[in-house]
């Protein structure tokens, strides 16, 4: 027991009862202040004795006694009442002596009792008793942390050096309406500020505080309706000589009738027993020992991974860098793509996804701050963060260098209570890993030069397909660390059309990803100009050889009719494509093949057709999915067979996930394009009109035009559509030589009427028509009267489209005999 002095809100004398290990008696730990007070307090309380304490104890409620009450409670049993008033002031005691009890602790964590005695006549105030109440919790949260350092022990003991009252501590009111602070003269000794000094604005005591810390003191200095009730938080601050210490603050929301906070009644104490624990410490020391060794972004971010996730308890781990306006996610654990969000899930295009920082509002504030935010169970994020944690989300940012470089997103499913060590350790943490991922950039430069090339050259999103959906993956290599040239595409091509492409260029350095790029672009550019399948890939071919390069590249190209389900295959030394039918068989579908992209310079790629039927699903893949230095290829052939033949086509995604958490050890890049072949509804009608260069060619078109639309059952729009026919027609004939085409499709929501001619260049838009100008006005015309037009060239020219919105979708197509034929 101490004899130090106290006072606080009233009272001159404390006495901490803690229950004992039977849980049938409180024991007297600690007694500090005035003792003249009260003398001969007993050392042991029976919990069902008549006392103040033990009453307190078990009703869980606290005590009061004003004056004339504690007289008569004395009086009703002056034997068991827990002090006598002293012989000389018995009788003074009566008119001023006041006394509280304070159950420490609640439910499974019953602790003991604060007895709180001082000369207030009149009884503690309500304001007093609402600080006193809070100082007891203050009490309580020490002797919890007694009693976690004794494990082996149900009640606290003190320990020596550390008491379970704390003296220095002291009360706060602020006056939410003007902002102003009536702070205890102890309150401003904590925060090293003198009372000469002290303005009575709340700004001057938060400029004390660490500015991770200050984010958490704002919720409690701006209450809302919501946060009436009692509060914790235990904080962090600069003292001016540079001490840091830890400070625990408890407070109360006052509200009126209606809820509306008025006031905030809080309690400021020592809380010294908060700095880190040897285990919080030896977790920073291993995680700054292991980072002081890690030379790849891969080695920091899974020893992050595995130095937080396991100690915290934690059901998800992600750890991503800052590229531009761009999150790069360098892990994610657990690695298993569907126990993250819909939003990450969608951009896992490749090992692990990457996000655009523009649908994170949160977390792009988070960062600009440069502050570790702590988010509780049921906070407002969006639903990519709420997420990762809905039970709790740590978000760390990862400074270096006066920057920041990436962010540590640490999630719990159930309910978490963030400790203020968990704080420190994540705020420690956060600085060395941000300091560790700026050294493996450095020490890596290359290879990420190299991986950043090989991530802008591949498809950012695949395109959404009528009568389809398309995935894709694609899983870099874990042995080695350069870069390979493994790469996919889905082109669409118009009149419901699509390319698939897949290709591998040899080797792993930039310069495979640099020809991969190349590539990429030149069969997408002979792709949309409509070259058929074979002069795709033979002029890629020539393309290659051209750049007199050493390295050659295999491809296979799909060009698919989405409306009729044929597919026209060519292959160039790649793997066979793999077909899942509706009803579960899978096979490899045999393909002819030619030589490999860059080997020879004139060759021929043979076409071969394959008819799909909806619900089929298509998969091209390279070799490093199926081949490796322990698995050989008809092997891993097979195993993609019976993964396809095994699960559930509806999602595409979870499909392509379940082949690619397949491959354990990669010898090389993993590259995945899936497509599910669904088929239209609906299926087009199309014809078309040889345009003759003669006097009345446009009479000719525009009759035919109406012949068709009639033959099809469109009425309302066959104004519109002649007068683009006219347009589009005579420029073509005006402006061109060689001959016109003109091509009309009907499909279940609207018409497109198309202008084939020799001439490479497109029509230009004027800016603006005087109205002496004898031309220039029919582009205008058409994009006045249409939904949409444009240009897309063709070998050999261009084609010029536009079109009509149906004012009444078709449900159901006349038969194909009643459209008129065209003058093939």
Not at 737 to 755: K, N, P
Request: proline letters at 7%; one cysteine or more.
């Amino acid at each position: 027991m101490t004899r130090q002095r106290f006072a606080f809100c009233g009272a001159e004398l404390a006495a901490v009862y803690v229950l004992a290990d039977g849980r049938d008696e409180l024991h007297l730990a600690e007694m500090t202040g005035n003792r003249s007070m009260l003398y001969g307090l007993p050392a042991v309380l029976s919990v069902d004795g008549h006392s103040p304490a033990a009453e307190a104890y078990r009703s869980g409620r606290p005590l009061w006694l004003n004056p004339k009450e504690l007289a008569a409670y004395v009086e009703e049993d002056p034997h068991h009442f827990p002090g006598r008033v002293r012989d000389d002031s018995v009788k003074e005691s009566p008119a001023r002596l006041s006394l509280g009890a304070l159950p420490l602790g609640h439910g499974a964590k019953e602790l003991g009792c604060l007895i709180v005695a001082g000369n207030v006549p009149e009884g503690f105030s309500d304001d007093r008793r609402n600080l006193l109440e809070l100082y007891a919790d203050q009490v309580a949260a020490g002797l919890a942390s007694v009693a976690a350092h004794a494990p082996g022990r149900t009640a606290p003991r003190p320990v020596r050096g550390h008491a379970l009252v704390p003296l220095r501590g002291g009360a706060f009111i602020l006056e939410l309406g003007s902002g102003r602070m009536e702070a205890h003269a102890r309150v401003l000794e904590l925060l090293g500020i003198p009372p000469d000094q002290f303005d009575g604005k709340v700004e001057t005591l938060l400029a004390s505080a660490v500015p991770d810390d200050i984010p958490a003191l704002m919720a409690v200095v701006e209450p809302d309706r919501l946060s009436s009730g009692p509060q914790q938080l235990a904080f962090r601050i600069r003292r001016p000589g540079g001490e840091l210490r830890w400070l625990g603050l408890r407070c109360r929301v006052m509200t009126d009738d209606d809820g509306t906070p008025l006031r905030v009644l809080g309690v400021v104490a020592d809380a010294s027993y908060l700095r880190p624990s040897a285990d919080e410490v030896s977790i920073v020391q291993r995680l700054s020992a292991t980072l002081a060794g890690a030379t790849t972004i891969r080695e920091v971010s899974q020893i992050v991974v595995n130095s937080l996730r396991g100690p915290l308890d934690a059901s998800r781990v992600a750890v991503a860098e800052l590229e531009a306006d761009r999150l790069v996610v360098t892990v994610l654990d657990p690695p298993e793509p569907q126990v993250w969000p819909d939003m990450w899930r969608s951009e896992w295009r490749s090992e692990w996804p990457d996000a655009s920082m523009h649908d994170l509002p949160t977390l792009q504030t988070v960062l600009r701050e440069g502050h570790v935010s702590l988010w509780p169970a049921g906070a407002d994020l969006e639903p990519a963060l709420a997420g990762i944690g809905p039970g709790g989300l740590a978000v760390l940012p990862l400074p270096a260098d006066g920057r920041m470089v990436g962010v540590c997103l640490v999630g719990w499913d159930g309910e978490h209570r963030f400790g203020p060590e968990e704080r420190s350790l994540l705020t420690a943490t956060a600085g060395l890993v941000g300091q560790a991922l700026m050294r493996a950039h450095a020490l890596n430069a290359g290879h990420e030069l190299a991986t950043m090339l090989q991530r802008s050259l591949l498809p950012r999103k695949l395109p959404s397909l009528p009568g389809g959906v398309a995935v894709a993956r694609y899983l870099p290599a874990t042995a080695g660390l350069e870069v390979g040239g493994d790469w996919y595409d889905v082109i669409p091509l118009g009149d419901g059309h699509v390319a698939l492409v897949i290709g591998d260029v040899q080797g792993h350095s930039a310069g495979a990803a640099t020809i991969m790029g190349q590539i990429r672009t030149a069969v997408r550019a002979y792709a949309v100009e409509r070259h058929p399948p074979d002069v795709v890939i033979a002029r890629a071919n020539r393309l290659l050889v051209g750049m007199e390069t050493d390295l050659f590249a295999t491809c296979l190209y799909v060009d698919l009719d989405m409306e009729e389900g044929i597919a026209w295959f060519v292959r160039a030394g790649h793997l066979q494509p793999v077909l899942r039918k509706p009803n579960g068989s899978t096979q490899e579908v045999p393909v002819e093949g030619g030589p490999p992209l860059g080997v020879v310079t004139d060759t021929e790629f043979p076409m071969t057709e394959v008819g799909l039927v909806p619900g089929s699903m298509l998969a091209l893949l390279t070799d490093g999915m199926v081949e490796s230095s322990n698995v050989r290829l008809e092997e891993g052939m097979r195993r993609v067979c019976d993964v396809l033949a095994s699960s559930d086509p509806s999602d595409p995604g979870m499909v392509a996930d379940e082949l690619v958490a397949r491959v354990n050890r990669r010898d090389d890049d993993v590259a995945l394009l899936l497509l599910r072949y669904d088929g239209t509804r609906i299926r087009p009608m199309r014809t078309h009109w040889t345009v003759w260069r003669l006097p009345d060619a446009v009479h000719h078109a525009r009759r035919f035009t109406a012949r068709t639309l009639r033959s099809w059952g469109v009425a309302q729009e066959v104004d519109v559509a002649l007068l683009v026919v006219s347009e589009l027609v005579t420029n073509a004939i005006a402006h061109t030589q060689g001959e016109v085409r003109l091509d009309l499709t009907l499909s279940a929501d609207r018409l497109r009427i198309a202008v084939n001619d020799a001439s490479p260049r497109s029509p230009v838009r004027p800016a603006n028509v005087d109205w002496s100008a004898t031309g220039g006005r029919g582009i205008l015309i058409v994009e006045a009267t249409t939904a949409s037009w444009g240009s897309v060239p063709l070998s050999g020219g261009k084609q010029v489209w536009a079109e009509v919105a149906l004012s009444t979708p078709r449900t159901a197509h006349p038969t194909r005999a009643a459209a008129p034929p065209g003058n093939r």
